[in-house]
């Protein structure tokens, strides 16, 4: 069981598929380690957990300083990666922006519903 991001199996097979599918290849990324900002005190500033990626040909970057775990934050930083570029090779059709719309929807309901019930508790005169 060799895991590289420290991670399940099942997640880091998900994003590898989901990296393949959208054609983006581990070569064509540049990936870099920084220096993490914020809480964390002396193993923080001495180690560098923050991960710069960046796709060559789309040209998209990204930083990710999620955990205080290098192996973790390489993850997330692919995922992110990979939402950026479906997002913009798919636009509407990407899986992010459904979410986006779903919290939209549910947001009216509950809109409406707290209409409704205050126009039933006041009653107009």
């Known amino acids: 069981m ?3 991001f420290g991670v399940s199996e099942k997640k880091e097979r998900e994003l590898l598929e989901k990296m393949r599918a959208l054609g983006i290849k581990e070569e064509d990324l540049i ?8 809480k964390g005190g002396q193993k923080r500033n001495k180690t560098s957990t923050c991960v710069y990626l960046k796709h060559i040909p789309t040209g998209i970057e990204v930083k990710c300083e999620k955990t205080r775990s290098q192996s973790l934050n390489r993850f997330f ?3 992110i990666l990979v939402e950026k570029i479906e997002e913009k090779l798919l636009g509407k059709e990407s899986s ?3 979410k986006i719309l779903k919290k ?3 947001k009216k309901k509950r809109e409406k519903r707290a ?3 205050y126009q ?3 009653p107009h005169g």
């Open 2 to 4: 060799n895991l590289r």
């Open 31 to 38: 990936e870099k380690f920084v220096l993490s900002s914020g």
């Open 77 to 79: 930083a692919r995922r």
């Open 96 to 98: 992010s922006y459904r």
């Open 104 to 106: 939209i929807k549910q």
């Open 115 to 117: 209409k409704e019930k």
């Open 120 to 122: 039933q508790v006041i």
